[in-house]
């Protein structure tokens, strides 16, 4: 009854730092993007990093995902020291990424899209000679990880057209979360959905972190991000500039940290606490 | 693997009945083999053309490429050239063409309708270099080998039949049951989300259009088994043709979304039509009137479908 599972995820215990950047500095041109921004995830968690428009969220995203080569600092995965030349390599290392826009062929049917770019063959020369794909192994495994997250969908057949937006999405969100071996990225996964198809997709990523998998959500919607993080870090002007939590603070605060209205260093954060 | 054949495979059969029921002439075995045979050389021309199609591109130089495919072995065996090295070279010649658009479109990310326009341009002008205002009447038993036919029952069948239904089996095996054939639907339907998955489009761009190019090099095979006289002005609307024949066979314009099959049948209805009006006397004239209110009709039902995916 054994389902054979695509990735077989050894995750180290709850806690512990899985991927660490520390003093990223990315400039364009005359532009300082990223000025010695640091970033902690650990396992198990759900870390929403949020920033006005220019913080440089995107960036130090970009940067962890291997889409951006920092001019400064070090991204430790696991504590071994990391250089991404590409999101390839952060793939290669177990990092997969959920981007904004739709990534799905909308022609091509769920189990087709879940293994898009990694396709199954047939064991043996089927496979070997002539590249036979295994059709019915990537839709049984399709439906068995769709059913390990919970996420409802018509037959795993159909064309992801004929679904809702939050239902692609979810797509998108569980490809990341089936063939990633050590996080996930997701980079304002709700933001082209409506209410309650944004809902589908916060499910999904308390599955995935209770699954054992850490999520770093990027979001603008404060409303999202107090409803799954664990954690928040809050970017300003390049920098971390707090790093709290949806307990320690309220969702105008944190705005207001974002704006510079409040001061928001490490020691905004310790003094909220005592 | 996508869309439904059907409704391309119901409009060749209704075809198939009316004329049956007009013309006694036109439901017997030597007539339905010669409609096959009119629709090898658009039929070969039109699998590349689906596959390049799928990819959301488009092929004006394939005619072009074809002929110039004739011309070049025709030349060569009229030249005393080894008739085998003649075709291989011809084969050869018609794969880089292939290339160079492909390369045109991946690396440069030229629009594919512009690189096979101006291909066509210059293949044409090379063709007719080539022929030096002649055409070369082919008596070479390997050149004309396509035309050679053999007896199943009353049906005469030629090898350039069997040939051409053999590369349809093997690329709708690519496209339907390999890996390659899923990155060139969904780099069709999505190039961005193909890229972002990993699939490397540049080279899958590449190898389609290069493939489409020794398939059209196959095809000018086929032509010269068809008719043995490499002739540089035949096959002048190979493109529109092959095109006319994806679209009514229900592969959508936008890329995606196709069927391969659906071209064959698409490639049977215009010649079924054509056959079918010559038969039944009714003016030639006719016969494009009909092919283009069938193209206009198959593209509007693609455009409302998808309108309906929305």
Redesign the interface.
């Known amino acids: 009854m054994t389902v054979e599972t695509i990735a077989k995820v050894t995750l180290p215990p709850k806690g512990t730092v899985v991927l660490e950047a520390r003093g990223i500095t990315k400039r364009y041109g005359q532009v300082t993007a990223l000025d010695r921004a640091d970033l902690e995830l650990k396992a198990g968690e759900v870390l929403a990093v949020v920033g006005d428009n220019g913080a440089g969220k995107s960036t130090l995203i970009k940067v962890l995902c291997g889409a951006v080569v920092p001019d400064e600092g070090q991204v430790l995965l696991e504590g071994h020291p990391v250089h991404f030349r590409s999101p390839l390599d952060a793939r290669n290392l177990g990092i997969e990424t959920v981007y904004q826009d739709l990534a799905v062929a909308p022609a091509l049917d769920i189990a087709t899209n879940l293994f898009l770019g990694r396709e199954l063959r047939h064991k043996g020369p089927l496979g070997t000679w002539l590249r036979l794909l295994d059709k019915s192994r990537m839709r049984r495994e399709a439906q068995h990880e769709m059913d390990q997250l919970k996420f409802h969908l018509p037959a795993i057949d159909s064309a992801v057209e004929k679904l809702s937006g939050g239902q692609r999405q979810g797509v998108a969100v569980a490809r990341a979360a089936i063939f990633a071996r050590r996080l996930v990225i997701m980079d304002e996964p709700t933001a082209a959905l409506g209410v309650r198809e944004s809902g589908q997709v916060l499910n999904l990523i308390r599955t995935i972190r209770d699954r054992g998998l850490p999520v770093i959500l990027i979001s603008h919607d404060m409303p999202h991000v107090f409803e799954v993080a664990d954690r928040i870090q809050i970017m300003r002007l390049g920098r971390r500039a707090a790093l709290t939590s949806p307990q320690k603070h309220t969702m105008s605060e944190v705005v207001a940290i974002m704006t510079g209205a409040a001061r928001g260093d490490e020691a905004v954060e310790a003094n909220g606490a005592a | 693997m996508?869309t439904p054949t059907l409704g391309p495979l119901v409009v060749l059969l209704v075809f198939c009945a009316v004329f049956s029921l007009a013309t006694k002439t036109f439901f017997a075995a030597g007539n339905l083999s010669l409609v096959v045979q009119q629709s090898v050389i658009v039929g070969t021309l039109a699998i590349g053309q689906t596959m390049i199609i799928l990819t959301a591109g488009i092929d004006l130089a394939n005619g072009g490429i074809a002929v110039l495919g004739t011309i070049i072995a025709g030349r060569m065996v009229v030249e005393q050239q080894n008739p085998v090295l003649s075709l291989l070279f011809a084969l050869i010649v018609c794969t880089s063409f292939g290339l160079t658009a492909g390369l045109l479109v991946s690396r440069l990310m030229l629009p594919p309708f512009i690189v096979t326009l101006g291909l066509l341009g210059i293949i044409t002008a090379i063709t007719r270099l080539t022929a030096q205002g002649g055409a070369f009447p082919v008596t070479d038993d390997l050149l004309s080998w396509p035309g050679n036919a053999f007896n199943v029952g009353d049906t005469s069948i030629t090898y350039g039949m069997v040939v051409m239904f053999g590369l349809y089996v093997v690329v709708w095996?690519l496209l339907t049951?390999?890996?390659?054939g899923?990155?060139v639907?969904?780099i069709g339907?999505?190039r961005?989300?193909?890229r972002?998955?990993?699939?490397p489009v540049q080279a899958r761009l590449l190898s389609v259009y290069t493939f489409a190019g020794l398939l059209y090099g196959i095809g000018a095979w086929l032509a010269l088994g068809r008719i043995p006289n490499a002739d540089p002005n035949a096959l002048q609307n190979g493109n529109l043709d092959s095109i006319t024949a994806v679209v009514i066979g229900g592969t959508s314009l936008f890329g995606?979304?196709g069927s391969l099959w659906g071209t064959l049948i698409g490639t049977l209805i215009v010649s079924v039509l054509r056959n079918g009006l010559t038969l039944t006397g009714i003016d030639p004239l006719w016969q494009d009137l009909v092919t283009g209110i069938l193209v206009i009709s198959a593209v509007a039902l693609d455009q409302i479908s998808r309108g309906k995916?929305r």
């Not at chain 2, 049951?177 to 390659?180: E, L």
């Not at chain 2, 972002?196 to 699939?199: A, P």
């Open positions: 996508m095996y049951q390999t890996a390659w899923r990155h639907y969904a339907n999505n961005e989300a193909a972002l998955v990993g699939i995606g979304r995916q």
